[in-house]
């Protein structure tokens, strides 16, 4: 199934092909079995893409200074109080601050902060009180050392995550943490779920690989838990002490790729059963790989995110329609690809009078139908 040539997807476009980027581009994934982590591996050319993306103000799911991602910003925070280190007179960096929303909070606490941050949505910081450095890490503008190393959705980003960590080890003072939160990646993956690769994203991180690469940087684990309702892993790291047990599932990557061959050939399936322009993707960010991967690219499109509707995904040919364009013009068959609201939605259409006629399949009932056979 490895390698692939996925959507660059960096954000949604309002016409086609107008985002200065290209619609797709080789993914070359590989399982690092030292760290059982999957890694994309990444090439002078998607470097350059990707700095000229990140400088732009790309964020992708690391969007949590954003009003919609403002759920994560307050869960990092709600970690950060949560580790009862007392932040008067501590010196603080987060890399990756975005428009310093995190900082903001912080500093209200008598941190000393500092942020660092590629694109030019650090402009908005306007606190005299943080300081602003406009670079990626590691940077040769950080002369001093911090009390507390800070950074959320931020590692998956990086290509060489042991290399980065073993840098902002050395920027902490004695008895220092790095508090992170990473995109929790298990229920994807135990779910052959391939939505969750984007060519921003160089690592996909479990609590397996998480304890492998903290131990491989000599970094002890004081705390590791979920966060936002299991999509995000977030930790505490110090450079000396000991770490706390965690427990894992073992990761298994020919069971994934074969059920992610499986899974994908279902939903296949079904979209040729009926037609490309009679089946209606809910939720298509989640779909966008797959239906990619399966050369599906006439679908309808629907999400209940008015930021979204009426613009483009890279590679596709429909704009995203809304919920009540649905009603107007029922398709035959609806795909929900949510596992976490799937059951709201289903419920959704399923009331809606105009749609009774039309199918209506959740992911939930592919992986049953799968699981049966």
């Keep these: 199934?490895?390698?692939?040539?996925?959507?660059?997807?960096?954000?949604?476009?309002?016409?086609?092909?107008?985002?200065?980027?290209?619609?797709?581009?080789?993914?070359?994934?590989?399982?690092?079995?030292?760290?059982?982590?999957?890694?994309?591996?990444?090439?002078?050319?998607?470097?350059?893409?990707?700095?000229?993306?990140?400088?732009?103000?790309?964020?992708?799911?690391?969007?949590?200074?954003?009003?919609?991602?403002?759920?994560?910003?307050?869960?990092?925070?709600?970690?950060?109080?949560?580790?009862?280190?007392?932040?008067?007179g501590k010196k603080i960096l987060e890399i990756g601050c975005g428009n310093g929303y995190i900082l903001e909070q912080l500093a209200k606490q008598g941190a000393i902060c500092t942020g660092l941050?590629?694109?030019?949505?650090?402009?908005?910081?306007?606190?005299?009180?943080i300081k602003i450095i406009r670079d990626f890490f590691p940077s040769?503008?950080?002369?001093?050392?911090?009390?507390?190393?800070?950074?959320?959705?931020?590692?998956?980003?990086?290509?060489?995550?042991?290399?980065?960590?073993?840098?902002?080890?050395?920027?902490?003072?004695?008895?220092?943490?790095?508090?992170?939160?990473?995109?929790?990646?298990?229920?994807?993956?135990?779910?052959?779920?391939?939505?969750?690769?984007?060519?921003?994203?160089?690592?996909?991180?479990?609590?397996?690989?998480?304890?492998?690469?903290?131990?491989?940087?000599?970094?002890?684990?004081?705390?590791?838990?979920?966060?936002?309702?299991?999509?995000?892993?977030?930790?505490?790291?110090k450079k000396n002490g000991s770490s706390t047990k965690q427990e894992s599932k073992s990761f298994n990557p020919k069971k994934f790729e074969t059920s992610v061959s499986a899974f994908n050939e279902a939903i296949a399936e079904v979209i040729k059963k009926y037609g490309q322009n009679n089946v209606a993707i809910y939720c298509p960010l989640r779909a966008i790989n797959l239906l990619f991967m399966k050369d599906l690219l006439q679908t309808r499109f629907v999400d209940d995110k008015a930021s979204i509707k009426g613009k483009f995904l890279p590679g596709f040919a429909n704009a995203i329609e809304g919920f009540e364009d649905l009603q107007k013009n029922p398709p035959t068959c609806i795909i929900i690809f949510s596992r976490?609201?799937?059951?709201?939605?289903?419920?959704?259409?399923a009331s809606a009078s105009e749609l009774k006629s039309t199918e209506i399949i959740t992911l939930d009932k592919i992986n049953s139908a799968l699981t049966v056979k």
């Design 1 to 88: 199934m490895f390698p692939l040539r996925l959507p660059f997807f960096i954000g949604v476009q309002n016409e086609r092909g107008d985002s200065g980027f290209p619609e797709s581009y080789p993914f070359d994934l590989y399982f690092d079995g030292k760290l059982k982590l999957y890694r994309q591996k990444t090439s002078p050319e998607l470097d350059g893409l990707l700095k000229k993306a990140y400088t732009a103000g790309s964020m992708m799911n690391g969007e949590m200074n954003s009003a919609e991602g403002k759920i994560y910003a307050d869960a990092a925070l709600n970690f950060i109080s949560s580790c009862g280190i007392k932040l008067n």
């Design 140 to 237: 040769t503008q950080l002369k001093e050392k911090f009390d507390l190393i800070l950074h959320f959705n931020v590692l998956e980003h990086v290509a060489d995550p042991e290399h980065a960590l073993t840098e902002q080890m050395n920027l902490l003072n004695e008895g220092g943490s790095i508090l992170l939160g990473v995109p929790n990646c298990e229920p994807y993956l135990f779910h052959s779920d391939v939505s969750l690769f984007v060519h921003e994203h160089c690592n996909y991180f479990t609590r397996e690989s998480f304890v492998q690469i903290a131990n491989s940087c000599g970094l002890a684990i004081i705390r590791l838990e979920e966060g936002v309702d299991g999509g995000m892993l977030f930790a505490e790291l």
């Design 117 to 129: 941050e590629p694109g030019p949505q650090a402009q908005a910081v306007s606190n005299p009180n």
């Design 340 to 349: 976490t609201f799937g059951g709201k939605i289903e419920q959704k259409c």
